[in-house]
């Protein structure tokens, strides 16, 4: 029941912030807003995968690639099932963030990104905060995966 709560907590987190930013652009707020020297919040768009990349018009491709990602979210689905401990938290924190971005996929046909992080003129993919949870989800998955496999050959 934990598990199911902080998978729907991260949606909402999520929901919130794209929701506001959102609104304020339809109330013709510009958003383009700086924080810090490093950190502003400029909306786009983002029709592709993770961090904008392989971005596409609405086509037969976009509903494919849509189709794909609710079958990982199904498989991270079943995969949270069969796990334990550090693991099974790592998959909610993964599935909250997907759930997130499919659901903008598929009511918007697209997801709006926000977070634009820099140096000078060099500016990272920008991103939300479902690609926050995900990408953390997915490094600790990494790492803990890594950690598994040094076990492994330390008993052998």
């Known amino acids: ?13 999520d929901r919130a912030t794209k929701i506001y930013l959102i609104n304020l ?10 924080i810090t020297n490093f950190l502003n919040f400029y909306l786009v768009w983002n029709t592709g995968i993770g961090f904008g990349l392989a971005s596409m018009q ?12 609710a079958l990982v979210n199904i498989g991270l ?9 550090l693991y099974s938290w790592l998959i909610v924190i993964v599935i909250g963030g997907s759930l997130g971005n499919i659901f903008d996929r598929i009511y918007y046909y697209a997801v709006p990104d926000f977070i634009d992080l820099h140096l000078g003129d060099y500016h990272w993919f920008i991103f939300n905060v479902a690609d926050i949870f995900i990408t953390v989800g997915i490094i600790g998955l990494v790492i803990s995966e890594l950690f598994k496999r040094e076990k492994k050959t330390e008993n052998v």
């Open 1 to 13: 029941m934990k598990k199911i709560f902080i998978i729907l907590l991260i949606f909402f987190i």
């Open 25 to 34: 652009q339809t109330t013709g707020t510009d958003i383009d807003f700086y």
């Open 58 to 69: 609405t086509s037969v491709y976009y509903h494919i690639l849509t189709a794909i990602i």
């Open 77 to 85: 689905i079943f995969f949270l099932t069969k796990s334990k401990g």
